[in-house]
């Protein structure tokens, strides 16, 4: 599974990746977890408000910060 947080960098973009590394963790799943902060990058992958998260390519939210069992919801439906 590869999951991509696209977002400048901004707190409630931290805030989302530790979301989705720390359910990563309590679901015991394994994952490339990158940060895209390039605005072409985010903008080739179709994320037109941040923070987004996209797994394998399709994005499962954006434009808020997910609460953690949203985020473990989200990771176990992927």
């Known amino acids: 599974m590869k999951v991509q947080i696209a977002g400048p960098g901004c707190p409630k973009c931290q805030t989302t990746e530790k979301n989705v590394i720390n359910a ?12 895209v902060t390039d605005y072409k990058e985010m903008a080739q992958l179709g994320v037109r408000l941040t923070p987004a998260i996209v797994i394998d390519g399709k994005i ?19």
């Not at 990563?24 to 940060?35: G, I, P, R, S, Y």
């Open 24 to 35: 990563l963790a309590e679901l015991n799943k394994d994952a490339e977890v990158t940060h």
């Open 60 to 78: 499962v939210l954006s434009g808020r910060v997910p609460s953690p069992s949203e985020t473990k919801e989200l990771l176990q439906n992927a």
